[in-house]
């Protein structure tokens, strides 16, 4: 089967900290990703699509330069949360597309948990 | 209008009874239909994939769709506690833009 991983998978940081979240395809190549927060018992949230070699989609509302995204190979994804506050503390899940099956499938990594104090 | 609506639930059922969870999407033009579930915690998992109208099934999973009336679902037999979860039902369209629903919490009684 097809497997992301995300790493890490919690941070605690201090308030005006930068946080990296890493996603990766493990065991295929994916052009694109995409990037969701969930915060407790809400549904995901789509914050950005992430295509390799080439700038991120934000969804409306998703400041681009406080969360940046890079996607400089076909198996990883970075996601930077800049300056982090309190309220960026959120669960944050990516997916990548695999390609097989018309490419419209994604697989989710295991998500990272950021805590901001 | 939501663009892909789910019963928020929770949609509670005995152990060994089949659970039936519906989805409703409002582009015509959509092309692939995906189940996910989510564990409280954890991320969501892929469950099930349907792209022709029908029945597909998978061990105790059977996800229909029904392009002309826009719905597609998912039932789950011979429910178990293990399969308490909230279930995501995820529509692609033209472009690859692939809209979730908000989830279905599904509660399975021992």
């Known amino acids: 089967g097809a497997v992301v991983s995300q790493h890490p998978s919690w941070v605690i940081c201090k308030s005006g900290t930068s946080v990296k979240i890493e996603c990766r395809s493990l065991d295929f190549q994916a052009t694109t990703m995409f990037w969701y927060r969930q915060f407790p018992k809400q549904s995901l949230m789509l914050m950005a699509t992430s295509n390799e070699g080439s700038k991120a989609t934000y969804e409306q509302g998703v400041e681009k330069d406080k969360f940046l995204i890079n996607h400089a190979s076909l198996t990883l994804s970075t996601l930077t949360v800049t300056s982090a506050h309190p309220e960026d503390s959120s669960f944050y899940i990516c997916?990548?597309?695999?390609?097989?099956?018309?490419?419209?499938?994604?697989?989710f990594g295991p998500g990272t948990r950021l805590l901001v104090l | 209008q939501k663009e892909v609506e789910q019963n928020s639930g929770p949609l509670s059922v005995p152990e060994g009874a089949i659970a039936s969870l519906n989805c409703t999407y409002s582009?015509?033009?959509?092309?692939?239909f995906f189940w996910y579930r989510q564990y409280s915690g954890k991320s969501p998992e892929l469950i099930m994939s349907i792209y022709s109208n029908g029945d597909k099934e998978d061990g105790r999973f059977t996800a229909q769709l029904n392009k002309a009336s826009q719905y597609v679902s998912l039932l789950i037999r011979d429910s178990q506690p293990s399969d308490s979860a909230t279930y995501l039902c995820a529509v692609t369209s033209g472009g690859f833009k692939t809209i979730f629903g908000a989830g279905t919490r599904l509660f399975v009684k021992a």
């Open positions: 582009d015509r033009v959509s092309q692939s």
């Open positions: 997916s990548a597309r695999h390609p097989a099956g018309g490419g419209e499938t994604q697989y």
